[in-house]
């Protein structure tokens, strides 16, 4: 039987009157309803935010980090089966840098940030007077999350906010929503009811979240073109936000390094997740004097790594999320291809699902589509440079500012590379490794603010001074 999926409001499984469909990328077999929420479930579940949030806000720093460790117990307790369901709609294999290696993302992202707390940080104390400066919570927070991993960006949303005494209110992207129902579901036993509840919906939905007068912050994860929209639609009710957006991630490759030694790290840099990851690796430049030799030696590589099925844990890459996703990678490369670039491998699905298989592009310039577009998909476009400095006006030359990374055995010219490249972090012979202590976000049209370490903490917080008279 099909399951119908329930969203969490004020600590209840609530069922909506109409369900959408949600369909197993790999197979395009039924795996859930999905509920579609209405503007009054969405009301009720700010209303029981907002009722939450008034003694929430005042529970000990002690409550919070013990409930932030209990739904780490929880995720644990329950990984497996929330691993299975996320590879049944996102399409992700179970091994590789899949859902079991998600899970584990969220359990270690919940642990941390239940450790972390933020200071009471003393001003001045003399005999002007003494003035503190604490953190103190924002009020609801509206989550908003995309399709590519949706249970670590929900964690990434929910954790902070919970830990510095908000209450939430998430919202998953309508492809992925029922691991997101359902991980919800099992955490929100770990806080009182309405500290945080999860509505499911279409675009509109979300939209509504960053409208509504009694959020005081979103937290957005999405597209850029979306995230325009969410910080417009912020602005009326001068909402603080954080937006994580897209990225189309420059790899600069200096002469003096060896292909077949870096091979390895930049293709996993750049087809984690099929390449449906924000700070994945999305256009690599190669100086001339190893352009065919790194083509050569990433095509090896790309040709033992298995595509498939999730749920075969031989597989370590599955398919595209979705079906305008799948459309739009094929459509890039179709217009590569009539560019006269030359593909070195892939650039012909086959078969059922959303499988595009793993694609190298080589002979490809700046100006197009694949190069200047964020591709989001499996497929790396390789571009020839002969100067440096050429390759690091393309690096900075585009919109988006969220990762870049140089690959170089010479660590001082790295370090220089690294200094003019325009991006939120520069990775230096590694991409797309993230860290719960290291704050991560984007710059340019990549991003507003950070998530993780003290800075993404206190993101979820406002400043507060207490001076008194001395
Ligand atoms: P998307 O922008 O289409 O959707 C993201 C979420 O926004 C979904 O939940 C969607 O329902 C909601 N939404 C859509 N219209 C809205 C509106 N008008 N107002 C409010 N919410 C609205 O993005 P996507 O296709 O789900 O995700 C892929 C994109 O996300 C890529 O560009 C990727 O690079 C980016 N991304 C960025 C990061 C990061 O940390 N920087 C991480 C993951 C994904």
């Not at 940030?113 to 005999?127: C, F, G, I, P």
């Not at 202590?437 to 370490?453: M, Q």
Request: charged share 20%; net charge negative; aromatic share 6%.
């Amino acid at each position: 039987m099909t399951t119908q999926y329930t969203m969490t409001i004020n600590g209840q499984q609530v069922a909506a009157d109409s369900h959408s469909e949600i369909n197993n990328p790999s197979n395009g077999e039924l795996v859930g309803l999905s509920p579609q929420a209405s503007t009054a479930h969405l009301n009720d579940a700010v209303a029981a935010a907002e009722k939450a949030f008034q003694s929430w806000r005042f529970s000990s720093d002690d409550d919070r980090k013990a409930a932030c460790h209990t739904m780490a117990d929880i995720l644990e307790a329950n990984a497996g089966d929330l691993a299975v369901l996320l590879t049944k709609e996102q399409g992700k294999p179970l091994a590789g840098m899949g859902s079991n290696f998600e899970l584990g993302g969220c359990i270690g992202w919940t642990r941390y940030t239940a450790e972390q707390s933020l200071e009471v940080k003393l001003l001045q104390d003399n005999e002007g007077g003494r003035i503190e400066q604490h953190r103190v919570p924002i009020g609801v927070v509206g989550s908003i999350t995309p399709w590519n991993w949706p249970l670590m960006i929900a964690i990434w949303h929910v954790i902070p906010a919970i830990r510095t005494g908000n209450t939430v209110v998430i919202k998953p992207s309508p492809y992925t929503p029922l691991s997101t129902l359902k991980m919800i579901e099992l955490i929100s036993e770990a806080v009182p009811p309405g500290v945080l509840n999860c509505v499911a919906g279409g675009n509109e939905l979300g939209a509504e979240i960053t409208q509504h007068p009694a959020i005081g912050k979103v937290v957005f994860t999405g597209s850029i073109a979306t995230g325009k929209k969410v910080m417009a639609s912020a602005s009326e009710t001068l909402k603080a936000i954080t937006l994580e957006l897209g990225g189309n991630d420059p790899g600069i490759v200096l002469p003096d390094v060896d292909p077949k030694a870096m091979a390895e790290g930049i293709f996993w840099g750049s087809f984690i997740n099929s390449g449906q990851t924000c700070g994945a690796l999305k256009r690599l430049y190669v100086h001339d004097s190893i352009y065919d030799e790194t083509c050569q030696a990433l095509t090896d590589f790309a040709a033992n790594v298995p595509m498939g099925d999730g749920m075969d844990e031989n597989n370590v890459l599955g398919p595209l999320q979705n079906e305008m996703q799948f459309n739009k990678v094929k459509d890039l490369v179709e217009d590569a291809k009539a560019q006269g670039a030359r593909i070195l491998c892939g650039g012909e699905p086959t078969g059922q699902g959303y499988f595009y298989p793993i694609t190298l592009v080589a002979d490809i310039k700046d100006g197009t589509r694949l190069v200047d577009e964020e591709q989001f998909g499996p497929v790396l476009p390789i571009i020839r440079y002969s100067e440096l400095s050429d390759a690091i006006a393309s690096a900075n030359g585009l919109e988006y500012g969220l990762d870049a990374s140089v690959w170089s055995t010479d660590a001082e010219a790295a370090a220089k590379v690294a200094a003019q490249l325009e991006a939120g972090t520069v990775f230096i012979n590694k991409h797309a490794e993230i860290a719960p202590h290291v704050p991560f976000g984007g710059i340019k049209c990549s991003g507003l603010g950070v998530e993780f370490g003290e800075e993404g903490l206190e993101a979820y917080t406002n400043i507060k001074i207490v001076n008194a008279a001395a």
